[in-house]
């Protein structure tokens, strides 16, 4: 059974700070790594993809592989009130295309 | 353009009610996708199309039944649900190789009386 893990959180950042979210998964094998934000009573929206060790950067966002130690980070840098949302980590779950989702973090950014 | 289409956006249903929910894209993706989230809950799949053929059933019940008739269109049928399929149904696109990225729709809110 494959499985992705997240701290559930809530995690809250001052307006400002970076935000640091961390996503662990179990299956060795996996190749392709999302992020997505879900504000709340919307759907998920992909903010980030990964597919190779170390970081790519779009914008304000970071997100880090390491396959190694099967973890995947999203940092949200100068973070805004607006960025408060639910973070749901996911990975392809096999050869259709479809989603493992973590539980998400739940992110609070205090103007 | 990453646009998936979902109607209706908000639909109450009765327990003996047939009703369908419908998704459209048009990004030339081959593999479209039927999600179910709870509140509090991340996205569970429940069907996988893969060029226009059901590809993944979930075991989802036989209340929920999926079409796809054609590449552009996904529908789900629904039909006898109970009070505990209320939930927001997400459909999401993608071009369906192994590792692609997903768009999903903006989800139809699904309240069973």
């Known amino acids: 059974q494959k499985e992705v893990e997240q701290n559930s959180g809530p995690l809250s950042v001052p307006e400002g700070a970076i935000a640091s979210l961390n996503c662990t998964y179990s299956?060795?094998?996996?190749?392709?790594f999302f992020w997505y934000r879900q504000y709340s009573g919307k759907s998920p929206e992909l903010i980030m993809s990964i597919y190779s060790n170390g970081d790519k950067e779009d914008g304000r966002f970071t997100a880090q592989l390491n396959k190694a130690s099967q973890y995947v980070s999203l940092l949200i840098r100068d973070s805004q009130p607006s960025d408060s949302a639910t973070y749901l980590c996911a990975v392809n779950g096999g050869s259709q295309g479809n989603l493992i989702f973590g539980k998400g973090t739940k992110l609070s950014v205090k103007p | 353009d990453t646009e998936v289409t979902q109607t209706p956006k908000h639909l109450v249903m009765g327990m003996t009610n047939k009703k369908s929910l419908k998704c459209e894209q048009h990004?030339?993706?081959?593999?479209m996708y039927w999600y179910k989230q709870k509140a509090k809950k991340p996205p569970e799949l429940m069907f996988v199309y893969s060029y226009e053929k059901l590809s993944i059933n979930e075991s989802v019940p036989s209340r929920f039944s999926p079409e796809c008739p054609n590449s552009s269109l996904l529908n789900l049928h629904l039909h006898a649900l109970q009070p505990e399929d209320s939930a927001l149904y997400l459909c999401a696109s993608s071009p369906g190789q192994r590792g692609t990225e997903a768009f999903f729709g903006q989800g139809t809110r699904l309240t069973v009386v």
């Open positions: 990004m030339g993706h081959r593999a």
């Open positions: 299956d060795r094998g996996s190749q392709s």
